[in-house]
């Protein structure tokens, strides 16, 4: 979806044992058979380390990572500084700044167009599903990590008061991700739309046809950014100032120490409240809160 890829390689999450440790064969030899000029490892993951050593690329290049010791940062040929609060575009395009293969001030845009042919079926799926010209809100509820989650019957209860208004709404997300939609929808009076057999590449193209993303903290807010879409981004205890969204028209709806005392802590970067698993400041945000971020980004009434 963006012709500057040429490919993507993945390690199955649900590969265990053997089966991974060949995956990951698989991939390191048709990594090393490539003979790459540039590695750039964006992530601090420590197999990053482990392919700057294998590849033998002409120059790499990472981050500086405290929680990694010397292993990491003798692997690489060039270390960008951390610098935290900052966007993550803007912390990515460091290293390439460090390489001195980007210098302008300000980190690019981020560009996805679907293929043709998934706009096609999106446009097809639309249809049947007798969406009309009014306007279309996409919604992604659901998270593996539970902690970032609003609550099913706040979400429930948005919906309801965006149907009244004749907006469309549907519920986006993958096969995992059917179960709470379902649950979301069960709770409304007026239905949403659900997809269920949506590719990247289909979610991409939906987007692109969509008057704003609503999302809590996940790949759909970097997905809007990517397909232009006005986007509106629910952050719980992850720092928004490293993954808001970029270079699109956004609002960033969090709770904090001016709503609550109790929200003081936040963004605490755990997974929930004391090991609970819950965010109590997303759990206690109320449906007017994004109501009204929805109103004044698509200026209209609810």
Same mark, same amino acid.
């Given at each position: ?19 991974? $440790? ?10 090393? =058979? ?57 912390? /990515? ?48 509820? =659901? ?14 209860? &948005? ?12 519920? /986006?997300? =993958? ?97 929930? $409240?004391?090991?609970?698993?819950? =965010?109590? $400041? ?7 809160? &994004? ?12």
């Amino acid at each position: 979806m963006n012709p500057r890829v040429r490919h993507i390689f993945v390690i199955p999450r649900h590969l265990k044992g053997l089966q991974k $440790c060949s995956s990951y064969y698989t991939i390191f030899k048709k990594l090393i =058979s490539n003979h790459y000029d540039f590695l750039a490892q964006f992530s601090v993951d420590w197999r990053g380390a482990l392919l700057a050593r294998l590849l033998n690329v002409d120059l790499s290049v990472a981050r500086e990572a405290s929680r990694r010791g010397s292993f990491w940062h003798q692997s690489f040929d060039l270390i960008a500084p951390f610098k935290d609060n900052r966007p993550i575009a803007e912390q /990515d395009i460091d290293l390439l700044r460090a390489a001195k293969l980007y210098q302008k001030t300000e980190a690019p845009s981020y560009q996805l167009s679907s293929p043709k042919k998934n706009q096609l079926k999106v446009k097809k799926w639309l249809h049947a599903q007798h969406i009309s010209k009014n306007k279309l809100i996409v919604m992604h509820a =659901s998270s593996r990590w539970k902690f970032k989650e609003i609550p099913i019957e706040t979400w429930a209860n &948005i919906i309801d008061a965006l149907k009244t208004k004749k907006i469309n709404v549907v519920l /986006d997300g =993958s096969k995992e991700d059917l179960k709470t939609n379902q649950a979301i929808a069960d709770l409304c009076l007026l239905k949403p739309n659900l997809t269920n057999d949506f590719s990247i590449e289909d979610t991409t193209a939906l987007y692109e046809m969509a008057d704003l993303v609503v999302t809590i903290d996940s790949m759909s807010t970097h997905l809007a950014s990517a397909t232009n879409t006005p986007v509106i981004s629910i952050f719980g205890p992850t720092n928004d100032l490293n993954w808001r969204p970029w270079r699109v028209k956004y609002q960033v709806i969090t709770l904090s120490k001016a709503d609550n005392p109790t929200f003081a802590c936040r963004p605490c970067g755990m997974d929930g $409240c004391e090991g609970t698993k819950v =965010s109590q $400041c997303l759990v206690q945000m109320k449906p007017e809160i &994004i109501l009204k971020s929805i109103e004044t980004t698509l200026r209209i009434k609810t």
